[in-house]
């Protein structure tokens, strides 16, 4: 079992700057492979970011590529996601997600743990 907690939601103004925390417990977190997911409201819940094991391979979706920055501290048993430059379509609930293998996917169903979702709006 992994428990997920996310921290460091809220609201920003447009080109603004937030760090989302993940907080893993309950098993091994260098075993699991992480990401964080978002959903809009109305609309499916979709991959923004992932990352390996080791944390030596990162995966972006293209809307978020040069503008957030995924990253883990193994020692701390957390996963981080820097958005920078923030887009009113950035608004969503932000999930993390723990997947137990090495490799990133980007689909929700390979993910075997989640988190209870932190709220990011971006004003215009």
């Known amino acids: 079992q992994v428990q997920l907690v996310e921290s460091g939601g809220g609201l920003v103004q447009a080109g603004g700057s937030l760090r989302l925390s993940c907080a893993a417990s309950?098993?091994?977190?260098?075993?699991?492979?992480m990401a964080w997911f978002r959903q809009a409201p109305g609309k499916g819940r979709e991959f923004v970011a992932g990352i390996s094991r080791s944390g030596g391979v990162t995966d972006y979706v293209d809307s978020v590529k040069g503008r957030f920055i995924i990253s883990r501290d193994n020692a701390k048993n957390t996963v981080y996601l820097q958005m920078n430059s923030l887009k009113p379509e950035d608004t969503a609930v932000y999930y993390c997600?723990?997947?137990?293998?090495?490799?990133?996917?980007?689909?929700?169903?390979?993910?075997?743990?989640w988190g209870q979702g932190t709220q990011v709006t971006v004003s215009s």
């Open positions: 309950g098993r091994t977190f260098s075993t699991v492979a």
């Open positions: 997600a723990a997947k137990i293998s090495s490799w990133i996917e980007r689909t929700t169903r390979y993910y075997d743990y």
